[in-house]
């Protein structure tokens, strides 16, 4: 079945450095989002990339969609302690609804 | 208010004895979905369904069930018969047509003592 895999599980950074997390699907996606989880809360959606190669941009957050559909990363320059939280993705295969996130990539910040 | 409401927030229950969580959502969407979170493993599907009267099993279906008589409502039951039902339970729903932005509620957290 599909899978998307996500790595580092954990990223302990530096306030002001910059860092990426991954994200790997085992079949080709339709499209992969992005959602930040706070600790205590619930996830929140970021973004949706549909496009081949497709790069958007908030702020300081730089999402990419692999070429081949299969991968995605999440840049973040100049962290903040307001970017603490767990960051996951989710994908979905080509007309199907079934939604399945990577494990997530928990993020704490060193001020 | 629209949004998506899950309740109780808090839940215990004694082992053996099945429990239904709440979803409801006012927000017209067709797609609905449950989610366990356990920490170290993201979050995992345990049903979804895209029209009302029709559901799919997700990756952790085994001991659970759910119903979807009504396109607000998607409870789900966790049954004596799953093994760990401790968890961080996530209902979200997902507007009609091509997928898109999934709106959480704010989880359930399900003890079994």
């Known amino acids: 079945g599909q899978q998307v895999m996500q790595i580092p599980q954990y990223q302990h950074v530096q306030e002001g450095e910059d860092f990426t997390t991954y994200c790997n699907s085992s079949t080709t996606l339709s499209n992969i989002q992005w959602y930040k989880q706070r600790p205590g809360g619930h996830p929140v959606f970021l973004i949706q990339l549909v496009k081949s190669g497709e790069v958007k941009k908030q702020k300081r957050l730089t999402f990419q969609f692999g070429e081949a559909k299969k991968n995605s990363s999440l840049h973040i320059t100049a962290t903040q302690t307001t970017d603490v939280g767990t960051y996951f993705c989710?994908?979905?295969?080509?007309?199907?609804?079934?939604?399945?996130f990577g494990a997530g990539t928990t993020v704490t910040v060193r001020a | 208010d629209g949004g998506i409401t899950q309740s109780p927030k808090y839940l215990f229950r004694k082992e053996g004895q099945n429990v239904t969580l709440s979803c409801e959502q006012n927000l017209n969407h067709d797609a609905m979905y449950w989610y366990r979170q356990d920490p170290g493993q993201g979050l995992r599907l345990i049903y979804y369904s895209q029209i009302v009267n029709d559901f799919q099993k997700g990756d952790i279906a085994e001991g659970y069930s759910v119903s979807r008589e009504k396109k607000e409502s998607f409870p789900l039951t966790v049954t004596s018969a799953q093994k760990n039902p401790t968890a961080f339970y996530l209902c979200a729903s997902i507007p009609t047509g091509a997928l898109s932005e999934a709106f959480f509620g704010q989880g359930t957290r399900l003890t079994v003592v």
């Open positions: 989710a994908g979905a295969r080509s007309n199907d609804y079934k939604l399945s």
